[in-house]
């Protein structure tokens, strides 16, 4: 039993399984190189093997035995990592971090250009910093830097080993001889010049080695040492520093302490974007918070220039430390998901989601808002059970959020989440919180964009709700006393047409769009017309043929629509470039506007704007709020430039305007339902409604024929409004452009048209038939009933008069005649 103890391979209590041998470096080194896993974590590493059976040499076990040594007591972040040993009869076992040697690595650097310049000045950077710790911290030298001394890990790092020829500065300077021959080339030019040695410094050798290294990193492996004269492969800002570094007097090459002081310097090989980066989240830790979100918010900017590996290993897990154990805040998100793509799906799911969680919980603002601007880098990887149970409760509550730039996100956020949300949370609370937003929300842009979102996430709907909600939503829409969402709502209704019956189209669509053919707005009433005109044309269509019913219908009952009728959506109905196609809503902080009631009192666009008949450029207010980012000015098209033929457009929901939201166009419904053309002229707001027009309304008063002076008087009241009549329309349009500024609150409410009751604005449901177009009642115009109201006390006064008359002058005889 004993004997079997003493006699086993110790090499099976070494924990990692050694794999495949790494070509090419076993001719540069004593050690051959191999691919190797933990045992029980199957993490990868690096095992380097020194066969002592096979080598017979003394000398060489003896480098090997010093190489092990030195790797473990030496430790720093550009030294390579010892993990564990084994040495047994016939073999030297040493594991580290896993790398490849340089030699291989730099073949494989297919970029050119500025990310290799970065990247290559990074690992020359490192490896200075590794021989400044050797030579000045450690004194020590290193006596074998080229490019098959230094290995890279998986982050990109460069890390200096081959430890066996290193010793102290103040020993022999005499460089040692080294095995195998082929080290030689990188010998300095002293080690045959005894004369010079006298010159050497601490140093000295290893910035020789440091010169040949810089070469061979732009040039590859060296084979001849006259190709060191070649110089025009290395940048123009090392040129001068590497002349240095291969001068042929040891005392003239610098310390590796100054080359980095002077490399880091503005202009400098050091300094870079990738240098100064990956730096300041070295030392992280003792910076304050304001640095951090400023290094933060600027990193997104520079990753596309960084090697993915470097970004993938390196930058990213320091960005998931930084935020989850210490203050970096809000910030470190975009970066942070911008490379999270990077992952291997199962990474992702390990590193990424958990964090991505836990954020969502945050009751910060500005933290929620940065989730849900960045919403679509992260949640295609995230599963549907996760979403519907832990992100979307979350995100739902941003709908009832006081601050209008998060309401406005979180809608927007719908468009990633619909496709992996449940029944419930799409069909009924996604909804629900939609018709609540668009009825009362006091934001126009926050209205508009609730329509676009809903038009956008419609394939994804329950087809029995999808034809319930659609139509009355959109209708809705279309009379939504805010131009931009007029639009929304008529373009919706294009874009959705699939999933309408005809007889639906017939009866419900087309009289509501008709009403917007006259709507005062040019940016309304054109893409108004167009989609009537393919309504119409899809109608007759399959009036001339019936046969095409069906098909015309196929998607209306579907989940998915048929590719066969795709064709008739928008191109731009793609999730990934959604969201630049919302409208940016203006500031409705410009004055006070109470809450959405029944009676909507707003200014009329005409009062703000001498010219509205184009939607124009202007500023994002609802997303300039103090607390939150701000967002850039964007400049959109004109929600009418579409082309001659192009009626559903995909730019429907970009649409800006310089109209104030919270001062929505007065749009009068008439008795039937639909909407009217309001002038939108002052304080007329409909001409037809006019009080001279409305004493046309009047029948003559003649109830008392006896008296001929109240009947002269009649007579000519009817003479005179008879001969207005002619000239009255012609009177009505020139004052339009005449009347002066409601200048205050109180007479813009004394003129405005009550239309939000007539529409049903604020009911927080899309039932079936509450937004029926031709069927709802309409309340008086405040105007009218004031005139009407007025008329009747006059006729009341009137017959008050004739009886007084009567009753002084006695009854009238039978068959007397007045004179």
């Known amino acids: 039993m004993m004997w079997s103890f003493f006699s086993r391979d110790s090499a099976k209590d070494f924990p990692y399984e050694i794999g495949e041998q790494v070509q090419g470096f076993e001719h540069h080194s004593i050690w051959s190189l191999h691919r190797a896993k933990r045992k029980n974590s199957n993490e990868e590493v690096s095992v380097f093997v020194y066969e002592i059976s096979k080598n017979a040499s003394e000398a060489k076990l003896e480098l090997a035995k010093a190489s092990v040594k030195r790797l473990k007591t030496l430790r720093h972040p550009s030294i390579l990592q010892f993990l564990d040993s084994l040495e047994t009869d016939k073999m030297l076992y040493v594991a580290t971090e896993s790398v490849e040697p340089l030699g291989n690595h730099i073949n494989q650097l297919s970029s050119e250009g500025p990310q290799k310049d970065l990247y290559l000045a990074w690992g020359v950077f490192q490896i200075t910093r590794a021989l400044s710790f050797l030579n000045n911290d450690g004194n020590l030298r290193h006596n074998n830097v080229c490019i098959w001394s230094v290995f890279v890990n998986a982050s990109g790092e460069w890390k200096l080993g081959s430890l066996e020829y290193v010793s102290a500065v103040d020993g022999n300077p005499m460089p040692p001889v080294k095995i195998p021959p082929a080290l030689e080339i990188y010998d300095p030019p002293e080690k045959n010049e005894p004369s010079k040695l006298k010159a050497s410094t601490k140093c000295s050798v290893d910035m020789w080695g440091l010169g040949c290294l810089v070469w061979e990193s732009f040039n590859g492996p060296l084979k001849v040492r006259s190709n060191l004269k070649d110089i025009d492969v290395i940048p123009k800002s090392l040129q001068s520093l590497y002349c240095e570094l291969v001068g042929a007097l040891p005392s003239n090459r610098p310390n590796p302490a100054d080359i980095i002081t002077r490399c880091r310097k503005p202009g400098g090989f050091f300094r870079n974007d990738l240098v100064d980066s990956l730096l300041f989240l070295e030392e992280i830790q003792i910076k304050d918070k304001a640095e951090k979100n400023r290094f933060f918010s600027g990193l997104a900017n520079h990753l596309d220039n960084f090697p993915d590996n470097v970004c993938k290993h390196k930058i990213l897990p320091q960005l998931i430390t930084a935020y989850e154990y210490g203050d970096a805040g809000s910030a470190v998100l975009a970066p942070m998901f911008k490379l999270g793509k990077l992952l291997e799906e199962a990474d992702y799911q390990k590193r990424i989601v958990p964090c991505v969680v836990k954020l969502f919980s945050s009751t910060d603002r500005v933290t929620r808002s940065r989730l849900l601007q960045q919403i679509e880098l992260f949640i295609p990887h995230i599963l549907p059970q996760t979403v519907n149970d832990q992100i979307f409760p979350q995100v739902a509550h941003g709908f009832l959020d006081t601050n209008a730039t998060i309401r406005e996100q979180t809608v927007k956020s719908i468009i990633h989440l619909a496709p992996k949300l449940n029944y419930n949370n799409l069909n009924v609370e996604v909804l629900r919180h939609f018709a609540r937003l668009q009825a009362r929300d006091d934001q126009g842009g926050i209205r508009t964009n609730t329509t676009v979102c809903l038009g956008k996430i419609a394939p994804h709907l329950h087809p029995q709700v999808r034809q319930r909600v659609l139509v009355s939503a959109f209708i809705r829409a279309m009379r939504d006393p805010f131009p931009p969402a007029r639009v929304a709502g008529v373009l919706a209704l294009a874009a959705t047409q699939q999933y309408f019956l005809l007889s639906e189209i017939a009866n419900r669509v087309l009289p509501a769009l008709c009403s917007l053919t006259v709507d005062p707005e040019k940016s309304v009433r ?98 300039s709020m103090t607390s939150l980012e701000h967002e850039s000015n964007e400049t959109s098209a004109s929600a009418s430039d579409y082309g001659q033929n192009d009626w559903d457009n ?107 009751t007539n529409a049903n604005w604020n009911s927080d449901s899309w039932a079936d038939g509450e937004f029926e177009p031709i069927e709802e009642p309409l309340t008086g115009n405040p105007k009218l009933d004031e005139a009407r109201r007025k008329r009747e006390e006059k006729k009341l006064q009137r017959q008050r008069e004739l009886e007084a008359r009567r009753s002084q002058k006695g009854p009238m005889k039978l068959g007397a005649r007045k004179l």
């Open 526 to 623: 054109d893409p108004a017309f167009k989609t009537v005109k393919g309504f119409l044309g899809k109608l007759e269509k399959v009036s001339e043929d019936p046969s095409l019913r069906e098909t015309m219908e196929a998607d209306v009952h579907t989940a998915t629509p048929s590719i066969g009728n795709a064709a008739a959506t928008w191109a731009g109905w793609a999730v990934t470039a959604v969201t630049a196609k919302f409208y940016r809503s203006q500031s409705d902080s410009s004055r006070p506007r109470p809450p959405m009631t029944g009676r909507n009192l707003s200014k009329p666009a005409s009062l703000e704007q001498p010219s509205s008949s184009s939607l124009s450029t202007t500023t994002s207010s609802v997303t």
């Open 650 to 756: 995909e730019n429907w929901g970009e649409m800006d305007t310089s109209q104030d939201p919270s001062s929505p166009l007065a749009a009068g419904t008439s008795n039937n339902g639909q909407m009217k053309a309001p002038s939108a002229l002052g304080e007329v707001k409909d001409g037809w409604d006019n009080e001279e027009w409305g004493s046309l309304e009047e029948d003559p008063v003649g109830e008392d024929q006896e008296e001929e002076e109240d009947e002269q008087q009649l007579i000519v009241g009817d003479t005179m409004k008879s001969n207005e009549l002619s000239t009255n329309i012609g009177s009505l349009l020139n004052n339009c452009n005449n009347l002066s500024p409601i200048r205050d609150e109180q007479q813009l409410q004394e003129h405005h048209i009550n239309n939000t």
